[in-house]
C-alpha cells in the first residue's frame, strides 16, 4: 500500500492512516496529531504528544519539544510497516505518547538486496536518490542510500512566494548480522 500510495515522505505516507489528521503548513513543516489534539501551534510549531519512533527509538526532539517532519528520511521502499496506536499511551509509552504512537518499521537490508535508482519532478518538488544493497557474507549484508531533495517555496494568493523554499542531502547505511544456526 505504501508504494503503491505515490507518497515519498514519511507525513504523505501518514496520510493513510485514518487516525490520523496530516496538514502541511509549508514548503517544510507538517503537522500530524491524533484525536485532533496538536499542541499550541502558535507557540511551538510541533506536535508534542504524539510519541513517533523509527525502529524502536524515538525521534522527538526534547529540545523543541516534537518531531522535525522534514528530517525523518526513510525511502517508502524500504518501510516494512508503520503501526499507528491511537488512544492515550503514556502508561505504557512514556509522557510523549499523551495521544498516540507511530513506529516506523524498516525492512532488513537482507530484503533490499540490489541497486534502485529514483528520480522525481513536480512544480514544486525535485527528488534524486540512489540506493544499493549488497552481501559481505552468507549472515552480514548492508544497505547503502543517498538522496537530494528540493522543494519550491509555496505560492501565495497574491501570486508571491512564501519564502518557505528549502533543499537536503541525506545519507544513510545499514548493516544486519544474522549468524546462520544449523541446529
Same mark, same amino acid.
Given at each position: 500500500?505504501?508504494?503503491?500510495?505515490?507518497?515519498?515522505?514519511?507525513?504523505?505516507?501518514?496520510? $493513510?492512516?485514518?487516525?490520523?489528521?496530516?496538514?502541511?503548513?509549508?514548503?517544510?513543516?507538517?503537522?500530524?496529531?491524533?484525536?485532533?489534539?496538536?499542541?499550541?501551534?502558535?507557540?511551538?510549531?510541533?506536535?508534542?504528544? %504524539?510519541?513517533? %519512533?523509527?525502529?524502536?527509538?524515538?525521534?522527538?526532539?526534547? %529540545?523543541?519539544?516534537?518531531?522535525?517532519?522534514?528530517?525523518?528520511?526513510?525511502?517508502?521502499?524500504?518501510?516494512?510497516?508503520?503501526?499507528?496506536?491511537?488512544?492515550?499511551?503514556?502508561? $505504557?509509552?512514556?509522557?510523549?505518547?499523551?495521544?498516540?504512537?507511530?513506529?516506523?518499521?524498516?525492512?532488513?537490508?537482507?530484503?533490499?538486496?540490489?541497486?534502485?535508482?529514483?528520480?522525481?519532478?513536480?512544480? &514544486?518538488?525535485?527528488?534524486?536518490?540512489?540506493?544499493?544493497?549488497?552481501? &559481505?557474507?552468507?549472515?552480514?549484508?548492508?544497505? %547503502?542510500?543517498?538522496?537530494?531533495?528540493?522543494?519550491?517555496?509555496?505560492?501565495?494568493?497574491?501570486?508571491?512566494?512564501?519564502?518557505?523554499?528549502?533543499?537536503?542531502?541525506?545519507?544513510?547505511?545499514? &548493516?544486519?548480522?544474522?549468524?546462520?544456526?544449523?541446529?
Amino acid at each position: 500500500d505504501i508504494i503503491r500510495s505515490g507518497a515519498t515522505t514519511i507525513p504523505e505516507i501518514l496520510r $493513510l492512516a485514518p487516525n490520523l489528521q496530516v496538514n502541511q503548513t509549508s514548503a517544510s513543516h507538517y503537522v500530524i496529531s491524533a484525536r485532533g489534539f496538536s499542541g499550541n501551534i502558535g507557540d511551538q510549531n510541533f506536535t508534542n504528544q %504524539l510519541l513517533v %519512533l523509527i525502529d524502536g527509538r524515538s525521534v522527538y526532539t526534547p %529540545l523543541y519539544s516534537g518531531v522535525y517532519w522534514d528530517m525523518q528520511d526513510v525511502p517508502p521502499q524500504n518501510i516494512e510497516r508503520i503501526e499507528v496506536i491511537s488512544g492515550p499511551g503514556a502508561t $505504557l509509552w512514556g509522557a510523549n505518547a499523551v495521544n498516540g504512537v507511530i513506529n516506523i518499521i524498516t525492512r532488513n537490508s537482507a530484503d533490499t538486496q540490489g541497486g534502485v535508482l529514483t528520480l522525481g519532478a513536480g512544480n &514544486l518538488e525535485r527528488d534524486a536518490a540512489i540506493q544499493y544493497g549488497g552481501r &559481505l557474507s552468507p549472515d552480514l549484508t548492508y544497505r %547503502l542510500h543517498a538522496e537530494y531533495s528540493a522543494f519550491s517555496a509555496f505560492p501565495l494568493a497574491n501570486g508571491g512566494n512564501a519564502g518557505d523554499a528549502w533543499s537536503k542531502r541525506t545519507g544513510d547505511f545499514r &548493516l544486519d548480522w544474522t549468524p546462520y544456526n544449523d541446529h
